[in-house]
Structures are given as structure tokens and as C-alpha cells.
């Protein structure tokens, strides 16, 4: 049996979206964020040495990375969904699932980061002499950098989903699967919605299926969906 040990408010709702869809049976075990620091509890650490999520057992097997578990589920379990979810090897639609499953967390996950990371700077408690000079580090850093890279990105994938409707090709594959995370931080966290309207068209889409619905009904609540 799969357990997803499953934090809240982290990529390890998109695995349970994909178990959704591929009709798996499965247990969620579930921890909490620290409520100051954000982190997830040490009892992680147990499953996997880093002490973050996503991680999945499936037997003995122990799988840790949002990609690589969801290479791993494909690879053992993909014959079994009741559609295909990643494209036939050496097609075009193959070389774009590939890029952006990678795209995910090579790109567009290192902006929203940052971008997180300087708007506590500039929240943070500190003696009151320093907080002009870090909240203006902080705004610089965002205006030079942060910003316009978290632009150009929403500027590229908006214009590869004017092009089809999902990110591989015209059909639903776990390469969306796969970008929900970082569109759903980018809509909380960067005012990009109405520049964006095919990126938000196709957040909508993927909200409204049903396994989506089903993987927030076992994850609870996501602050992102």
C-alpha cells in the first residue's frame, strides 16, 4: 500500500492529485507546518533524512522528490490509469512533458522562493535601525530581480497555453500535474492573474476535475487551491 506522508500546504497535494487520477488506493498520513517557523515538523526526518514533503512509502520503497515520485508512480502504476499521463516516448508532446517537468522546480519554483523569502525580510522583526536598510535590500532585490524573472516566466507560460491546452500538448498529462504547484504559489504570491488569462483559464480547468477535488477532500485544507 502507497502512504504519501503528506504536509500541508506543499507540493505533496499534487501527489495526491496524481493517485487521484491514476485510481490508486492509498494512505495519507499527515503532518503540520510549524505555525512560526513554516517548516515541517522533525517527525519528517523518520520517513526521510532531509525531514520534508513530499515523500511516499510504497512497501518497503521509500520515494522523496515531487519529479521523482511522480516518475516512480508512472513508471510502476501508469499502465493502470484510465488515461494515458504521459505522452508516447519520441513524440513532441514527450519532449514538452519533459521540459516542463523539469521547468516546475528548476525555474519557476527559484523566483517564488526568493520572492517569498524577501517579503518576510522586509516583515521581520529587527532592531528599528536596521529595518529601513533591510526592507529597501529587500524592495531592490524584488524590483531589479525577482520580479522580472517571476514576469518573464508568467510571460512564457501564458504564451505556451494560448498555444494548447495543456502544458504538453492538447491532452491532460502529469506534466500538469506536475505545474500546479508553482502556478498556484505564483497566484497567491505575485499579482499576475489578469495579464494571465489562459494561465488562469487552465488553473480553473485543472481546480474543477474531479480528481483534483478528490485529492483536497483526503489532503484537507490547502491554502493554494
Known amino acids: 500500500m502507497i502512504t504519501v506522508h503528506h504536509l500541508n500546504n506543499s507540493r505533496?497535494?499534487?501527489?495526491?492529485?496524481?493517485?487521484?487520477?491514476?485510481?490508486?488506493?492509498?494512505?495519507?498520513?499527515?503532518?503540520?507546518?510549524?505555525?512560526?517557523t513554516m517548516l515541517a515538523p522533525p517527525e519528517l526526518a523518520a520517513v526521510h533524512p532531509l525531514g520534508k514533503s513530499p515523500v511516499?512509502?510504497?512497501?518497503?520503497?521509500?520515494?522523496?522528490?515531487?519529479?521523482?515520485?511522480?516518475?516512480?508512480?508512472?513508471?510502476?502504476?501508469?499502465?493502470?490509469?484510465?488515461?494515458?499521463?504521459?505522452?508516447?516516448?519520441?513524440?513532441?508532446?514527450?519532449?514538452?512533458?519533459?521540459?516542463?517537468?523539469h521547468f516546475a522546480e528548476g525555474s519557476a519554483m527559484s523566483p517564488l522562493l526568493m520572492k517569498l523569502v524577501f517579503a518576510r525580510i522586509r516583515t521581520a522583526p529587527m532592531p528599528f535601525f536596521a529595518k529601513p536598510i533591510a526592507r529597501a535590500i529587500a524592495r531592490q532585490v524584488e524590483s531589479s530581480f525577482i520580479d522580472p524573472n517571476l514576469k518573464r516566466h508568467a510571460d512564457w507560460i501564458e504564451h505556451e497555453l494560448a498555444a494548447r491546452a495543456h502544458f504538453a500538448g492538447e491532452a491532460f498529462s502529469a506534466a500538469d500535474i506536475q505545474m500546479s504547484f508553482p502556478l498556484e504559489a505564483?497566484?497567491?504570491?505575485?499579482?499576475?492573474?489578469?495579464?494571465?488569462?489562459?494561465?488562469?483559464?487552465?488553473?480553473?480547468?485543472?481546480h474543477a476535475r474531479p480528481a483534483y477535488q478528490r485529492a483536497l477532500e483526503r489532503g484537507g485544507p490547502y491554502d493554494y487551491a
Open 186 to 206: 505564483a497566484a497567491s504570491r505575485a499579482d499576475q492573474g489578469s495579464a494571465c488569462p489562459c494561465t488562469q483559464a487552465w488553473l480553473a480547468r485543472m
Open 56 to 101: 511516499i512509502t510504497d512497501g518497503d520503497l521509500v520515494v522523496a522528490e515531487s519529479g521523482a515520485i511522480i516518475e516512480y508512480l508512472l513508471e510502476t502504476y501508469g499502465a493502470q490509469a484510465p488515461q494515458p499521463l504521459k505522452p508516447a516516448a519520441g513524440t513532441p508532446e514527450a519532449r514538452r512533458f519533459t521540459y516542463w517537468m
Open 12 to 36: 505533496s497535494q499534487r501527489v495526491l492529485w496524481l493517485l487521484e487520477e491514476l485510481g490508486l488506493p492509498y494512505v495519507v498520513k499527515r503532518y503540520q507546518r510549524d505555525a512560526k
